[in-house]
T-cell receptor
Framework: KAGVTQTPRYLIKTRGQQVTLSCSPI?????VSWYQQTPGQGLQFLFE???????NKGNFPGRFSGRQFSNSRSEMNVSTLELGDSALYLC????????????FGPGTRLTVT | DQQVKQNSPSLSVQEGRISILNCDYT??????FLWYKKYPAEGPTFLIS?????DKNEDGRFTVFLNKSAKHLSLHIVPSQPGDSAVYFC?????????????FGTGTLLAVQP
C-alpha cells in the first residue's frame, strides 16, 4: 500500500503571497489531519477532516484553511504569508475518526522570505 | 501553554544500554498516549501507545510506562541500537475516541553511540 503523499515537498514563497499544500492519504483512509512543525515547538495541530467535514480546528489564525475532497484527498491553504509561517507542514491519515494511530507523510517544507 | 512537555532536548546512550525518554503532561483529560519516532526528511512514524487505564505496554524492545498520579510517562528502549537514533515525540489525546487530534511534545533527539 502506498503511504501518505504530500506535494510539493519544498516551497519558497514571499511574504504576502498565498500557498496551497496537498495531501493524499493512504488508500481507504478517510481521516486527514494537518500539523505544523517549527523548531522548538514540536508539532502543532492545525485541523482534522473526516468525510469532507472539518471535525476539529487548532489555535491558528483564519489565514489557515483547509478542505477535504470526496476521494479523501486534502488541501490546506495559507493566505497572506508571514515569515513565521515558515515550517514543515505534515499531513497524517487514519482509517477512522478517533483512531489514535496515524500515518504521517514526509511533509512540505515551506520557506517564507 | 505546553500541555505535553519533553524537558530533555537530547539524550546520548551507548549501544546495548537502556534509553529512557521522559514526557510530562498537565491535562488530566488525556486518555491516550503515543510515542512517535522521526528521522530527518521523513514524517513521524508510530512506535507504541498506551491507554490511560493501563500503566505499562510492551512491544519488543520498547516499553511505555504511565504514572497517572505524577502525570508522567516514559519510553524505555532495551537494548538500544544505532538505528534507534532519531527524534522521539510524545503525544496525547483527550478525544475519547472521537477525534484524531494529538497534542505533541517538542521532541527528544536520541543518539545511540556504537
Amino acid at each position: 500500500k502506498a503511504g501518505v503523499t504530500q506535494t510539493p515537498r519544498y516551497l519558497i514563497k514571499t511574504r504576502g503571497q498565498q500557498v496551497t499544500l496537498s495531501c493524499s492519504p493512504i488508500s481507504g483512509h478517510r481521516s486527514v489531519s494537518w500539523y505544523q512543525q517549527t523548531p522548538g515547538q514540536g508539532l502543532q495541530f492545525l485541523f482534522e477532516y473526516f468525510s469532507e467535514t472539518q471535525r476539529n480546528k487548532g489555535n491558528f489564525p483564519g489565514r489557515f484553511s483547509g478542505r477535504q475532497f470526496s476521494n479523501s484527498r486534502s488541501e490546506m491553504n495559507v493566505s497572506t504569508l508571514e515569515l513565521g509561517d515558515s515550517a514543515l507542514y505534515l499531513c497524517a491519515s487514519s482509517s477512522l475518526q478517533g483512531s489514535y494511530e496515524q500515518y504521517f507523510g514526509p511533509g512540505t517544507r515551506l520557506t517564507v522570505t | 501553554d505546553q500541555q505535553v512537555k519533553q524537558n530533555s532536548p537530547s539524550l546520548s546512550v551507548q549501544e546495548g544500554r537502556i534509553s529512557i525518554l521522559n514526557c510530562d503532561y498537565t491535562n488530566s483529560m488525556f486518555d491516550y498516549f503515543l510515542w512517535y519516532k522521526k528521522y530527518p526528511a521523513e514524517g513521524p512514524t508510530f512506535l507504541i501507545s498506551i491507554s490511560s487505564i493501563k500503566d505499562k505496554n510492551e512491544d519488543g524492545r520498547f516499553t511505555v510506562f504511565l504514572n497517572k498520579s505524577a502525570k508522567h510517562l516514559s519510553l524505555h528502549i532495551v537494548p538500544s541500537q544505532p538505528g534507534d537514533s532519531a527524534v522521539y515525540f510524545c503525544a496525547a489525546s483527550a478525544g475519547g475516541g472521537a477525534t484524531n487530534k494529538l497534542i505533541f511534545g517538542t521532541g527528544t533527539l536520541l543518539a545511540v553511540q556504537p
